[in-house]
Each structure stands twice: as structure tokens, then as C-alpha cells.
């Protein structure tokens, strides 16, 4: 079976650019995690979804940072406009539950450079 | 604030020799994980034990759980160069969304 699937796998991009995440989680899957994770900061939870509703959106940094989940299969994380400090690796992650406690499997991540 | 810190920060030791990894906690838990994350790639879950679970195997891993002392160990039985990764854990503290701590980085030299 497909683990999670995200593109792109590497993004480079000028301070101020819009930039779009993508990812698909594991069929049939409840919950859908993005997570951001730097050096000094480790692994943070940005937001989740369940069955396709954000539940917990109190990670999203600020107002730059917006994620939809138009279907099960599908989900966005887009930043706009960026700037450096967005500099981090972008993981999604799907669990089978429909709590945000439970195993979850994660994607191969989105290195995203912010110049 | 990390719910869940890791200890040591950096583990290197010798093919075949143990590792062992522990995690402390602050506040009441229903369940704790261990993930390993290899360099560049996402994170892969190891194993799941619940508040009401003392000890966990699965192959060479062993977890246990101390609620009382909020901590949690992982140990790996005769290491591999494969295992060279990081190994966080994470917990829900009684949230609805787990929190991962720093991680350990475990070396294994051959």
C-alpha cells in the first residue's frame, strides 16, 4: 500500500512568494497532520484535520499559514507571502483514528528554502 | 513547554552493544510512543503503550512505562547499523494531539 505522499519533496523560493504543500494521506484514513520541524524548535503540530474538518489549527504560526482539506485524499498547506524563517522541513501525517492520539504515519516531508 | 524530553540527546555505541533511550513527561498521559526518524525522511512509528501498560515488546525493542515517575524508556537489543537514527517519543498529555519531545540521535558504529 502508498504511505503518505507529499510534494514536492524540495522547494526553493524568494521571501515574499507564495508557497503551496501538498499531501495525500494513507486511503482511508480519518486524520490528517501537518507538522513543522526545525532545529530549535523540533517537531511542532501546525494543525489537523478529521474527517476533512480542522479540529486544531492553534500551531499555525500566523495569518501567512493557511491549510484546506477539500476531500478525504487531498490536503493543502500554503504559505503566502513566505519569508526565511518559514525555513523548516513540512511533514503530513495520517492516523486511521479519528483522535489525534493515536499512531500516525508520516510522509517523506517537504524541505522548504525560504532565500 | 516539550511534554516529552528525551534522554541523552546523542547515544553512540558499538554494533551488537544495547541502547538504551529514556523520556520524562509532565503531566498525565493515556498513551506514549516511540517514532525513529532516519536522516532526511519522515518519522516511523515503533511501538504504542498505554498508561496502563508497565512493559511493551516488539522484535529487539522493549518500552516500558513508569506513570508514577512519568518516565519511559526504549531499549534496542543488539544494535545494528541500521538503527543508526533519531528516536523521539511523544505523548498526548491530555490534549487531543500528541507532542513530540527533542529526540535522541543513536549511532551505531560498526
Known amino acids: 500500500d502508498a504511505g503518505v505522499i507529499q510534494s514536492p519533496r524540495h522547494e526553493v523560493t524568494e521571501m515574499g512568494q507564495e508557497v503551496t504543500l501538498r499531501c495525500k494521506p494513507i486511503?482511508?484514513?480519518?486524520?490528517l497532520f501537518w507538522y513543522r520541524q526545525t532545529m530549535m524548535r523540533g517537531l511542532e503540530l501546525l494543525i489537523y484535520?478529521?474527517?476533512?474538518?480542522?479540529?486544531?489549527d492553534s500551531g499555525m504560526p500566523e495569518d501567512r499559514f493557511s491549510a484546506k482539506m477539500p476531500n478525504a485524499s487531498f490536503s493543502t498547506l500554503k504559505i503566502q507571502p513566505s519569508e526565511p524563517r518559514d525555513s523548516a522541513v513540512y511533514f503530513c501525517?495520517?492516523?486511521?483514528?479519528?483522535?489525534?492520539?493515536?499512531?500516525?504515519?508520516f510522509g517523506p516531508g517537504t524541505r522548504l528554502t525560504v532565500l | 513547554s516539550q511534554q516529552g524530553e528525551e534522554d541523552p540527546q546523542a547515544l553512540s555505541i558499538q554494533e551488537g552493544e544495547n541502547a538504551t533511550m529514556n523520556c520524562s513527561y509532565k503531566?498525565?498521559?493515556?498513551?506514549l510512543q516511540w517514532y525513529r526518524q532516519n536522516s532526511g525522511r519522515g518519522l516511523v512509528h515503533l511501538i504504542l503503550?498505554?498508561?496502563?501498560?508497565r512493559e511493551k515488546h516488539s522484535g529487539r525493542l522493549r518500552v516500558t512505562l513508569d506513570t508514577s515517575k512519568k518516565s519511559s524508556s526504549l531499549l534496542i537489543t543488539a544494535s545494528r547499523a541500521a538503527d543508526t537514527a533519531s528516536y523521539f517519543c511523544?505523548?498526548?498529555?491530555?490534549?487531543?494531539?500528541?507532542?513530540f519531545g527533542q529526540g535522541t540521535r543513536l549511532t551505531i558504529n560498526p
Open positions: 511523544a505523548t498526548d498529555g491530555g490534549a487531543q494531539k500528541l507532542v
Open positions: 501525517a495520517s492516523s486511521s483514528s479519528t483522535s489525534g492520539t493515536d499512531t500516525q504515519y
Open positions: 486511503s482511508g484514513h480519518n486524520s
Open positions: 503531566t498525565s498521559i493515556n498513551n
Open positions: 503503550i498505554r498508561s496502563n501498560e
Open positions: 484535520f478529521n474527517n476533512n474538518v480542522p479540529i486544531d
